[in-house]
C-alpha cells in the first residue's frame, strides 16, 4: 500500500465517520483492507495536518484542518492534493473548433501546441475534432485567420 493511498483512506475515514482515536482509525483502515501500525497513522496525522475538534457533546474527534469551510462548499483538502499536480493555470475566453478526417486531429493539435502560437492556450483533440482554447476574442479572431491562410496555401 502506498504511502499516498493510505493518505486518501485517512482523509476519508476521518471527513465521513467519527474517529476519536488514533488506534480507532488503525482498525478503521484495517476494515477496509490497508494494515498501518499506531506509529505509522500518527506520523501520517502530522503530515495531512489533522487536528482534534471537540464536539458540542465534549467529544473529541479527527477533522482536516479546514473542515469547517468542507461542511459549506466543496471539499477543499480533496482540492488541495489534486492541485498538487497542477503546473499552471491560465484565464481563456474563447475557443475555435478544427475539423479534420478521421484520425488526423492529435497530429495537428501537437504540432499547434508545439508551435506555441501566440494566443492559443491549449488544444484537445479528439479523433476528427480539435478543440482550440484562445485567451480572447481577439485572439480568437487572429488564430483563425492565421488557420484560414494555412488552409488556402
Do not use: C, W
Not at 482509525?25 to 506509529?39: D, K, Y
Not at 484565464?91 to 475555435?96: I, R
Not at 497530429?107 to 482550440?132: H, N, P, S, Y
Request: net charge negative; glycine share 6%.
Amino acid at each position: 500500500m502506498s504511502r499516498a493511498a493510505r493518505h486518501l483512506a485517512i482523509v476519508d475515514i476521518v471527513t465521513s465517520e467519527m474517529v476519536r482515536s488514533q488506534q480507532e482509525l488503525v482498525e478503521r483502515l484495517a476494515e477496509r483492507g490497508l494494515s498501518a501500525t499506531q506509529t505509522t497513522v500518527s506520523r501520517d496525522i502530522r503530515d495531512l495536518g489533522l487536528v482534534k475538534r471537540s464536539l458540542p457533546s465534549g467529544e473529541v474527534r479527527y477533522a482536516t484542518a479546514d473542515a469547517d469551510l468542507q461542511s459549506s462548499g466543496p471539499d477543499l483538502a480533496s482540492l488541495r492534493r489534486a492541485f498538487r499536480s497542477v503546473a499552471s493555470i491560465e484565464e481563456a475566453s474563447a475557443l475555435l473548433v478544427l475539423r479534420t478526417p478521421s484520425g488526423f486531429a492529435n497530429r495537428v493539435a501537437v504540432e499547434i501546441d508545439g508551435q506555441r502560437v501566440d494566443g492559443v492556450v491549449g488544444t484537445l483533440a479528439g479523433d476528427d475534432t480539435i478543440l482550440i482554447i484562445l485567451r480572447g476574442p481577439d485572439d480568437a479572431k487572429r488564430v483563425q485567420d492565421l488557420f484560414s491562410d494555412l488552409m488556402a496555401s
